[in-house]
């Protein structure tokens, strides 16, 4: 397919048909709060997962209004893959977002042209959905998504840690403090049981089992799964409930775990901030990011010999497949479950986590 065929060529969009705020067409509202609905009662996701969802929609509506599509039943086989040569070769990222941006972030989207193939990939699964769920309501009746093959865009390998490197962020956080003892908490977990940071902003107090050292989480689809901590985990999430967080609580009534300074449970956004923070100051620049200790527990999880079906499980993953991606980062076979492998999982641990620190905490 020629990138220079005129067809594919950006024209002006009519401002009458795009909605100006969300970009989305104004004949497909009613079919976009279908799937909002749908996405949200039947499938149990969150109201962020949702969002991206919608948000990896909007280039397609770009893509239909430059061909005179305002009709979902219209797109057939033919117009997905139209679609998807198009973000490969001349969409421009973020162009079809109609809200102000700063003028050097505009010249910077202008020099990029065609989005990365991770993103395509996810684009594509978001159409899928899109389909999947308009064919139930009857809104179209066949599906061009169902017998396409998965082009080999190539997936981006995750970004993972070393164990020195994880040594170093986790040394990050001043444990003398209240906020301190509260981010080296939030990165044992995150590190140490491996958890989506939605998942960890959801914990609440009664999660934790001390006992048994697992931690009740609820996962994507509002799917629930026990997961292991270790030692040092236990014994970071312990002096946090103790000594820190009665301060930030303060009057405030919540169970939430993980609490800011006003009392209210943490966002996900502050913690993304929080984890890029510690890991700047390491030198890791733009490398870390509260995923990247998932994708870091998993990957020295099979470097320690644990079956990828264990891990699997230990993730929440409701697909082998998409655990399927860390065996590329690893040699190691299949031996041993996740208290023999898991780093943090051993009682040895690393040094400074072992320690009884039961000092006051100073403010």
């Not at 009458?16 to 004949?27: C, K, M, T």
């Not at 969802?53 to 139209?82: A, E, Q």
């Not at 102000?100 to 193939?117: D, H, L, M, T």
């Not at 996740?338 to 040094?351: D, E, L, M, T």
Request: net charge positive; no cysteine; charged share 20%.
């Amino acid at each position: 397919m020629d990138k220079n065929d005129s067809s594919f060529k950006t024209v002006n969009e009519p401002q009458s048909f795009l909605d100006g705020n969300r970009g989305q067409p104004h004949w497909a509202h009613k079919l976009i709060s279908e799937v909002s609905l749908h996405l949200r009662s039947r499938d149990g996701l969150a109201p962020y997962t949702i969002r991206n969802y919608l948000t990896d929609l909007l280039p397609f509506w770009k893509f239909l209004d430059l061909h005179g599509i305002h009709d979902l039943s219209l797109v057939d086989k033919h117009t997905i893959r139209k679609y998807l040569h198009w973000l490969l070769t001349i969409a421009a990222p973020g162009s079809y977002l109609q809200s102000e941006r700063s003028q050097v972030a505009s010249k910077v989207r202008q020099q990029r042209i065609g989005y990365a193939s991770s993103s395509v990939i996810r684009k594509l699964s978001a159409l899928r959905t899109l389909f999947r769920i308009a064919r139930k309501q009857r809104i179209v009746t066949n599906d061009p998504t169902t017998r396409l093959s998965q082009a080999k865009l190539g997936k981006k390998l995750p970004d993972v840690l070393d164990e020195s490197e994880i040594s170093g962020l986790l040394n990050g956080p001043n444990q003398n403090t209240t906020t301190g003892l509260r981010d080296y908490a939030i990165l044992e977990l995150l590190y140490g049981a491996g958890l989506r940071v939605s998942e960890l902003v959801g914990l609440n107090l009664d999660d934790i089992n001390s006992e048994t050292r697992d931690l009740l989480v609820t996962g994507k689809g509002n799917r629930q799964r026990l997961s292991p901590l270790g030692k040092p985990g236990l014994i970071a999430v312990d002096r946090y409930i103790h000594y820190s967080r009665p301060k930030l609580q303060g009057k405030q009534k919540t169970y939430a775990l993980f609490l800011n300074h006003h009392g209210n449970r943490l966002t996900q956004r502050s913690i993304q901030v929080m984890v890029k923070h510690y890991g700047i100051q390491i030198g890791l620049q733009g490398r870390v990011h509260p995923h990247t200790l998932r994708h870091t527990y998993a990957t020295h999880l099979l470097n320690g010999g644990a079956d990828i079906r264990i891990v699997q499980e230990l993730l929440g993953h409701a697909s082998p497949t998409t655990t399927q991606i860390y065996t590329h980062l690893t040699h190691s076979k299949a031996r041993q479950n996740y208290i023999s492998a898991h780093p943090r999982a051993k009682n040895a641990g690393f040094q400074h986590a072992e320690k009884d620190t039961a000092q006051e905490v100073k403010n």
